[in-house]
């Protein structure tokens, strides 16, 4: 990008001497329409990219809210299909909103379901692939989340929120003081979220985080100590969220 191009870019972000060195100050253009079409199409980006914030806000409030934002973190490229990555950090940050504490997380759990739904395409691997491994084989075999299946942990209970938010039920509803951890992933050209059992969540951490399907057992077995492994393997296998690899050092 030109000098003069991001001058003009910093016109529109509201900088008003960015043109000075073009341009005499009575013959600086006026952006102001350019930099309202703009700020219009930042905010109905944020707005399709963060609807249960936008029905816990409101939709007047959530305009002033992403408008206020868009002035303050301004897009890095043109492409706005992920767009707000800091909004859940930058709302936390926000005295107004205060009294609000549990919408950061409303936004994180916005902002997974959109990176769910723009992630790449790649294939879970069906139980019949794990099944023609020799028991050595599989042991030492990882399993990754496919890039369209993500997790997600909070503190507190939000998923029943967050669901009756974005069906318009989500008046009087209170989380619980209760740690949850979601599956978010891609189905078809929707998104299902699902909270996790303990166990299965304790499986499926180890195997994002790059472990071997024998070290993902065992962080099953050690968050419940009673748990069928065979079951949880069939359960796991029906998400169909992993990918193999036989690969022993792959990460």
């Keep these: 990008m030109s000098a003069f191009h991001q001058a003009f870019a910093g016109a529109l972000a509201g900088d008003t001497d960015a043109l000075s060195a073009w341009l005499e100050t009575s013959d600086r253009p006026t952006v102001a329409v350019y930099r309202n079409t703009i700020m219009s199409g930042l905010v109905e980006a944020l707005e ?4 249960a914030v936008g029905a816990a806000l409101g939709s007047d409030n959530f305009h002033q809210v992403a408008a206020a934002f868009a002035r303050d ?8 299909h992920d767009y707000g990555g800091g909004f859940a950090d930058w709302l936390a940050a926000q005295d107004a909103l205060s ?3 549990w919408l950061p997380d409303l936004a994180r759990l916005d902002h997974l379901r959109l990176g769910v739904l723009n992630a790449a395409d790649v294939e879970a691997t069906p139980s019949e692939g794990f099944a023609r491994l020799s028991p050595e084989a599989l042991s030492h075999a990882r399993a990754r989340l496919i890039p369209s299946a993500r997790m997600i942990r909070f503190d ?15 008046e009087g509803l ?34 994002a985080e790059g472990g071997t399907l024998t070290e993902a057992a065992e962080a099953a077995m050690a968050s419940d100590p ?3 492994l065979t079951a949880l393997f069939s359960h796991v296998l029906g998400l169909s969220c992993l990918h193999l690899s036989t690969e022993r050092n792959s990460l």
């Design 73 to 80: 973190q301004y897009p890095a490229h043109p492409m706005l």
């Design 99 to 101: 009294d609000m504490d």
């Design 226 to 228: 009673a748990c069928d």
């Design 174 to 207: 209170e989380r619980r003081p209760e740690p949850e951890t979601l599956l978010v992933r891609r189905l078809g050209e929707g998104v299902e979220v699902r909270c996790l059992t303990p166990e299965v969540a304790a499986f499926l951490s180890v195997c």
């Design 156 to 170: 507190t209970t939000l998923l029943s929120v967050w669901d009756a938010l974005l069906t318009g039920e989500g």
């Design 48 to 51: 399709a990219a963060f609807p």
